[in-house]
């Protein structure tokens, strides 16, 4: 019974952290979203070709 404790507790320990991980990871995202939108606006004030 102790083994099958031990063996939750694992996998609840990684699932923990690959949210932490993946909550990080998507702040990033979010970041990066916003300055591409930011080089795009810019682009577009200065005159120059988006793509």
Partial sequence: MSNLLYL?????VIAWAI???????????????VIAIIAIILRVIQG????
């Fill in 48 to 51: 120059r070709n988006i793509l």
């Fill in 8 to 12: 939750i507790a694992v996998i609840l």
């Fill in 19 to 33: 949210g932490f991980v993946g909550y990080n990871i998507g702040g990033i995202i979010h970041i990066l979203l």
